[in-house]
T-cell receptor
Framework: GEDVEQSLFLSVREGDSSVINCTYTDSSSTYLYWYKQEPGAGLQLLTYIFSNMDMKQDQRLTVLLNKKDKHLSLRIADTQTGDSAIYFC????????FGAGTRLTVKP | DAEITQSPRHKITETGRQVTLACHQTWNHNNMFWYRQDLGHGLRLIHY???????NKGEVSDGYSVSRSNTEDLPLTLESAASSQTSVYFC????????????FGPGTRLTVT
């Protein structure tokens, strides 16, 4: 099947920017998503981008999409300890397909 | 407030037993989904439904079944539990209108011994 890949871990210092990267293989993806999962909880949608867009900004979050390279990134500005969580990239054609998740650790 | 709930939150069962995990949503959403989450695999789609009496197989449907007799509920049944089905199971729903946000339940941790 088509794959969505992410690095498994990222550690940053409080106040720094975090960049979480994702690659996908399905060129017919229509929407791409970032979800956040806090311990013991389900996933919450953070933001999404339509495949004909290059960038989307929402407060501290910036999503960049390079459709040619099938690369998606999520930048979190001024990262806080409350941002520590697992972040999932997902792409949708017919079904949603999720990456394995990146565990973001924010050190004070 | 509208919500999506799952029960039980934790379940331990033996190999070969039938197990049913409940999912209930009060948003009146047409679409409902079951995923399993395993380390290193993210979420994988098991079954999904786009409305009452509609069910479809996902990526990892073998050994699982669902039924949709009303809008609110999509129970997931493991016909004969296997150790490979030890996982965390998430139910989700969406409105079907553009479908961008799937609302996830809190998950059920299932252990098959």
């Amino acid at each position: 099947g088509e794959d969505v890949e992410q690095s498994l871990f990222l550690s940053v210092r409080e106040g720094d920017s975090s960049v979480i990267n994702c690659t996908y293989t399905d060129s017919s993806s229509t929407y791409l998503y970032w979800y956040k999962q806090e311990p013991g909880a389900g996933l919450q949608l953070l933001t999404y981008i339509f495949s004909n867009m290059d960038m989307k900004q929402d407060q501290r979050l910036t999503v960049l999409l390079n459709k040619k390279d099938k690369h998606l990134s999520l930048r979190i500005a001024d990262t806080q300890t409350g941002d520590s969580a697992i972040y999932f990239c997902a792409e949708k054609t017919y079904d949603m397909r999720f990456g394995a998740g990146t565990r973001l650790t924010v050190k004070p | 407030d509208a919500e999506i709930t799952q029960s039980p939150r934790h379940k331990i069962t033996e190999t070969g037993r039938q197990v049913t995990l409940a999912c209930h949503q009060t948003w009146n959403h047409n679409n409902m989904f079951w995923y399993r989450q395993d380390l290193g695999h993210g979420l994988r789609l098991i079954h999904y439904s786009y409305g009452v009496q509609d069910t479809n197989k996902g990526e990892v449907s073998d050994g699982y079944s669902v039924s949709r007799s009303n809008t609110e509920d999509l129970p997931l049944t493991l016909e004969s539990a296997a150790s490979s089905q030890t996982s965390v199971y998430f139910c989700a729903s969406s409105s079907g209108q553009g479908d961008h946000e799937q609302y996830f339940g809190p998950g059920t941790r299932l252990t098959v011994t």
